[in-house]
């Protein structure tokens, strides 16, 4: 098992921004897709982003366009999920994983999430 552990949420007042980082245990990041997630209260789980080992990035949420980006810095094994113009439903808890590439529903089928971060976006 892979594990991963997502930091960087917290509250944040509409219009504004987080970073979140996705830092991996024991493995190296370069070799793996990471996928970020995000679950709100009651709602299903939605993908987000995704990066794959190229750089090439996948988007899930159509909601997100323009205003999240993912990236990866290798150096720091580490993946992040910029979020900027941050609005109240992106509130939800993210998760990230790393996967062998970034399938279409991958967040649907993957199982070993870890604890995730919370991001809350309130005036």
């Known amino acids: 098992q892979l594990q991963v552990v997502e930091s960087g949420g917290g509250l944040v007042q509409p219009g504004g921004s987080l970073r979140l980082s996705c830092a991996a245990s024991?493995?190296?990041?370069?070799?793996?897709?990471i996928g970020w997630s995000r679950q709100a209260p009651g709602k299903e789980r939605e993908g987000v982003l995704c990066?794959?080992?190229?750089?090439?990035?996948?988007n899930y949420a159509d909601s997100v366009k323009g205003r999240f980006t993912i990236s990866r810095d290798n150096a720091r094994n580490t993946v992040y999920l910029q979020m900027n113009n941050l609005k109240p439903e992106d509130t939800a808890v993210y998760y990230c994983a790393a996967l062998p590439a970034c399938a279409r529903t991958w967040y649907r089928a993957f199982d070993h999430w870890g604890q995730g971060t919370q991001v809350t976006v309130s005036s």
């Open positions: 024991g493995f190296t990041l370069d070799y793996y897709a």
């Open positions: 990066i794959s080992v190229s750089g090439e990035i996948t």
